[in-house]
């Protein structure tokens, strides 16, 4: 891999990574909703879980995608049920009461499943490894998951430190509630692209 395309790499896996989306969306609310440290395992597993994504799309499963049409339509309507249920778990979230901890945040191996159904992170793996893997090599694919894993925890930290700021606006129950489904609409937006294909 050349230095410019590494260079390009960086950049897209950056711009991708932090931009918004259901992963950067969920991040926030979850930020809202339990702070930093509680979220932790929630932003490991979604650069972690995404990293591995982008390695086995490009040692080869994406090729079984293109040879069976009905596995895309399988994948989109699974992410599309699993994606409604966690906007329903997102917009139904208490706010805590005093000195309760309110509910519990995605877990490790959830947010690195949930990339498995996530429209955005299909639409990430499969361009980076297409464009920016040379030859499609074990090894190139292997450095573009890296890039992934290097910038993607830095960029959605920051939905996550955004979610916590916010928090002190959002004493009222009622303004948590507000927030919470305004989440919960935009993750389900989000899923506009999955139902144009």
Do not use: C
């Not at 960086?10 to 702070?35: D, I, Q, R």
């Not at 498995?116 to 920016?132: D, F, R």
């Not at 937006?189 to 294909?197: D, G, H, R, T, Y």
Request: aromatic share 12%; hydrophobic share 60%; charged share 5%.
């Amino acid at each position: 891999m050349t230095f410019s395309l590494f260079l390009a790499l960086m950049g897209f896996a950056f711009v991708t990574s932090v931009t918004p989306g259901p992963n950067n969306l969920m991040l926030m609310a979850s930020g809202v909703n339990f702070g930093f440290r509680r979220t932790l395992p929630h932003m490991l597993g979604v650069a972690l879980g995404f990293s591995l994504m982008v390695l086995l799309v490009g040692l080869g499963l994406a090729g079984v995608f293109h040879a069976e049409p009905r596995a895309v339509l399988a994948l989109q309507g699974v992410s599309v049920a699993y994606m409604l249920w966690l906007a329903w778990k997102i917009a139904q979230a208490a706010p805590p009461r005093d000195g309760d901890v309110g509910g519990t945040p995605l877990t490790f191996v959830q947010a690195a499943g949930f990339q498995w159904v996530n429209p955005k992170a299909w639409a990430m793996a499969l361009t980076a490894t297409s464009v920016y893997a040379p030859g499609q090599s074990a090894l190139a694919m292997a450095v573009v998951a890296a890039v992934f894993g290097a910038v993607n925890l830095p960029s959605v930290a920051v939905w996550v430190w955004m979610g916590q700021g916010v928090r002190r606006f959002l004493t009222r129950p009622a303004a948590l509630r507000g927030f919470n489904w305004t989440m919960a609409v935009l993750l389900v937006l989000s899923l506009w692209p999955v139902l144009q294909m």
